[in-house]
DNA sequence: TGGTTGACTAAGT
DNA sequence: CACTTAGCCAACC
């Protein structure tokens, strides 16, 4: 079997789970710590599904830093008071200085 | 069982 | 430099 693929989910939602306040990282980045480089769209799948569990979606964002998820969450701004309110500078649902507040699961 | 979908990414036009 | 196309792979219907 492929125990990769058979946690897929769990495993983002433990990375997920495991970025610290005020950093964020990237679908690619899961993916790519996960072994699955080239799954990015899983992940943002799993997010999808991580509805009703205790994740910090709003941490994870695409790879140019921009909230593509937003639309999931409720309001079209609370996915960003929430990373602002942990202290990331986001203007217009994009992250600025994202490379300083990227957050990379294989540094952990 | 099989085809469609998607919170991505990289490469091409 | 902005938009389009293609690859990716598990979940969903």
């Known amino acids: 079997m492929r125990p990769e693929t058979l946690n897929f989910f769990d ?11 005020g950093k964020v990282t990237s679908y690619g980045a899961i993916a790519n710590y996960l072994g699955a480089k080239r799954s990015a769209r899983l992940v943002g799948y799993a997010m ?6 205790d994740i910090p979606a709003h941490r994870v964002v695409n ?7 937003k639309h999931h969450f409720e309001g079209t701004n609370l996915m960003q ?3 602002e309110s942990e202290g990331v500078e986001v203007i217009d649902h994009q992250i600025q200085n994202f490379k300083q507040v990227f957050w990379d699961p294989a540094e952990l």
């Not at 495993?11 to 306040?21: A, D, G």
């Open 48 to 53: 999808n599904v991580s509805h009703g569990k």
């Open 81 to 83: 008071q929430l990373l």
């Open 63 to 69: 790879r140019n830093g921009l909230l593509t998820g």
């Open 11 to 21: 495993k983002v939602y433990e990375v997920v789970r495991q970025i610290p306040e």
